[in-house]
């Protein structure tokens, strides 16, 4: 079956500026989470979205948003955005809510955002 | 606060050099521990969940175990093909899952 895809994979932006990524999960998958990650701090969690409610979310700004669609499909917005923001941006999707998952989660190959 | 720390940072090991990696964590109500292989420019691919201490997983070469307060992942006689980042992961039963920053495993023919 298709797995995880993010669009875009890779962009280009500068401070101030905002970013729409993209997520659409495996069939089925009702649990889209979200995570930056960068080589200083690793893989963060973003936020965890369910049957479009937003279950969880991480240690970040409100400038950092997200929305889940009917169809399961995913965004996340970064709102003016500053150096850094540049990170990979990674989903994933399971097909339970992540408190109740067995922690197999299906990760896209992620969206790499550069800020200058 | 919850903490994940993973050790080494790095390993290098040649072909056929059995090693263990350590995940410490202190977490509330730990719901499960994970580990992920990551390959550069791809997404974490699962591994194990582990729920209690005393549990292990087996796959291929890799071997999990868990204890109160860490996870090992033993590399048996590791190929090239195993090099990668490994990552440990904790949820609470919150549902905040919490990663650890990695070991890198380099393994050499």
């Known amino acids: 079956k298709a797995g995880v895809t993010q669009t875009p994979r890779y962009l280009i932006k500068t401070r101030g500026q905002q970013v729409t990524l993209s997520c659409s999960p495996i069939s089925g998958h009702r649990s889209v989470s979200w995570y930056q990650q960068t080589p200083g701090q690793g893989l963060q969690f973003l936020f965890e979205?369910?049957?479009?409610?937003?279950?969880n979310k991480g240690n970040f700004p409100g400038r950092f948003s997200g929305r889940q669609f009917s169809n399961s499909r995913s965004e996340m917005n970064v709102s003016t955005l500053e150096l850094g923001d540049s990170a990979l941006y990674l989903c994933?999707?399971?097909?339970?809510?992540?408190?109740?998952?067995?922690?197999?989660?299906?990760f896209g190959e992620g969206s790499r955002l550069t800020v200058l | 606060e919850d903490q994940v720390t993973q050790s080494p940072e790095a390993l290098r090991l040649q072909e056929g050099e059995s090693s263990s990696l350590n995940c410490s964590y202190t977490v509330s109500g730990l719901r499960g521990l994970f580990w992920y292989r990551q390959d550069p420019g791809k997404g974490p691919e699962f591994l194990f969940t582990?729920?209690?201490a005393g549990e292990e997983k087996e796959k291929e070469r890799l071997k999990a175990t868990l204890t109160k307060k860490e996870s090992f992942l033993h590399i048996t006689a590791p190929k090239p093909e195993d090099s990668a980042t490994y990552l440990c992961?904790?949820?609470?039963?919150?549902?905040?899952?919490?990663f650890g920053a990695g070991t890198q495993v380099v393994v050499t023919p």
């Open positions: 994933a999707s399971s097909f339970a809510t992540l408190g109740l998952s067995t922690g197999e989660l299906f």
């Open positions: 979205y369910f049957s479009e409610t937003q279950r």
């Open positions: 582990l729920y209690s």
């Open positions: 992961a904790v949820t609470d039963s919150w549902g905040k899952l919490q």
